[in-house]
């Protein structure tokens, strides 16, 4: 004969389960994550600090985690072959794309691109992010920022500054810089950063928007000068050059960043879980150190603020693109 069960051996399953599931049938995916290693895509080439940075950042996240992180390089296409290659994958948590700011560029520049970083990918947090240094060859007519704008005035078409390829966040610094600034300075293109350093070294190119680490180790053998920080607020590593905005164009800001996203429709205790761990490690006083070695300043505000820059630097980008008239077909 059946016998209903009381309500204390009812209260006791129920606390068991919830227990194992959560509180919900939602919050399961979060309890059993990650239950296999996790596959970070890195759509730049291996070596290079793009790439150390994002090997840390594995490192320390399978740490947190208790399962191995494994980064992946999936370069070319301006990053969107890898980023649509985590696209496509399933929306699980297992597999993450270490985003850098190049999502918000390249769909503007080609036109033949669909992806919308926007709509296709779930930000879930910030990692780094740094400003480029506005730097000169050292034989040039002027000593700082307010010469250089003097000089180009004066002298237009006559400056050349360097670029590593179209849609990279140098060449549109380089644009709204002249754009800002009302200049005629020759953009100049070059296949990478080290190209276009050799040319400035030679002379053959005045000027470069490049990153600190890039171009550190030349600021500081004093093979080339350092004019300008791009960001808002000055370099920690670079602590007396000062900020564009604040000597020479008001209002002018440029600065790249790299983050974690995952596919749409990843359940949003996991998106919690990851965003929350990254905050973590982006705290530890040996990740900031290893970070300002490689050029970076680690942050992690949160994922809803690393969203929002997503579609601030979206709408920033295409605006200068189309202003501008820069693409392909």
Known sequence: MFQRPSMRRLLMTTAVLASVFGPGA?????????????????????????????RLLAQELGRRLGQTVVAENRPGAGTMIGSEAVMRSTADGHTLLYASSSITITPHINRSV?????????PLSMFTEAPLILIANPQVPFQDLQGLLAYARANPGRLNVAYPGMGTTN????????????????????????AGLTALMRNDVQIAFDSLASAGGFIREGTVRALGVTGMRRSPSLPDVPTVNESAVPGFETTFWFGLMTPVRTPAPIVDRISQEVSAIVRDPAVIERLQGMGFEASAPGAEHFASRISADFNKWGALVRDARIGVD
């Open 114 to 122: 669909t992806f919308d970083p926007r709509r296709d990918l779930v």
């Open 171 to 194: 060449h549109l610094a380089a644009t709204l810089f002249n754009r800002s600034a009302g200049l005629d300075i020759v953009l100049v293109p070059f296949a990478g950063n080290a």
């Open 26 to 54: 939602g919050s399961a995916p979060a309890q059993i994550y990650p239950d296999r290693p996790i596959r970070l895509v890195v759509p730049f080439p291996p070596g290079g600090s793009t790439d150390v940075s994002a």
